[in-house]
């Protein structure tokens, strides 16, 4: 599949058939996602990937009591949490090679552990798109994160950015339709300065 068209289709789905996926696809959509960007190569992601179905049974349940299940989600075959971990960012700055004199977390202006494991998030749903699936990225509320962790054995140094649910569009289903539309991309744009537009003639 052509990149643009990749880009282009990728839409979050919220519905799914329940046919397993091949172990090539899966494998693919895990290794995609170790590609993302990674500061300093620090690598402080990780990914917890549920494809039993007892394994999946146990997140879904564990999110029950701060978030709706909704059966149409549930019937994904695969559910992957990405994970960050903090610590692994301010340790690999605190090496000789990065100057760094210690792990002084106010040095960083953003939170590069969780926008490089967001990066690798998106990594997997356009290698859903491409590989003919559908996905669909998703929260996990503060009040389950510790069930959620005990339930899988998450160490505390690892923080789920939220989850994927990621499968075979369910084919019946209506496509659910945005509240609000997305607006066009020269909206967004701003070229030069502030508000400046391209030259387009």
């Given at each position: 599949m052509e990149f643009t068209d990749v880009v282009s289709g990728r839409r979050m789905v919220r519905a799914f058939a329940p046919e397993p996926l091949p172990?090539?696809?899966?494998?693919?959509?895990?290794r995609n996602a170790t590609r993302a960007p990674s500061a300093g190569n620090s690598q402080g992601y990780a990914f917890l990937a549920l494809e039993a179905a007892d394994e999946r049974a146990a997140f879904w349940q564990a999110l029950a009591p701060a978030r709706p299940v909704v059966s149409s989600v549930t019937t994904a075959p695969l559910i992957v949490v990405p994970l960050s971990s903090k610590d692994a960012y301010l340790d690999r700055y605190a090496?000789?090679?990065?100057?760094?004199?210690?792990?002084?977390?106010?040095?960083?202006q953003v939170p590069y552990w969780?926008?490089?494991?967001?990066?690798?998030?998106?990594?997997m749903l356009l290698t859903a798109v491409d590989e003919g699936l559908g996905g669909l990225f998703f929260g996990i509320p503060g009040p389950v994160l510790d069930d959620f962790r005990a339930a899988f054995?998450?160490?505390?140094e690892y923080a789920p950015v939220g989850?994927?649910?990621?499968g075979y569009p369910d084919p019946d289903a209506r496509p659910s339709r945005p509240s609000q539309p997305r607006r066009p991309w020269q909206e967004l744009v701003h070229h030069g300065r502030w508000g400046g537009q391209p030259d387009l003639s």
């Open positions: 172990a090539d696809a899966v494998r693919r959509l895990l090496k000789p090679d990065k100057g760094w004199p210690d792990r002084d977390e106010t040095r960083w969780h926008v490089d494991t967001g990066m690798a998030a998106l990594l054995g998450v160490p505390a989850a994927l649910a990621l």
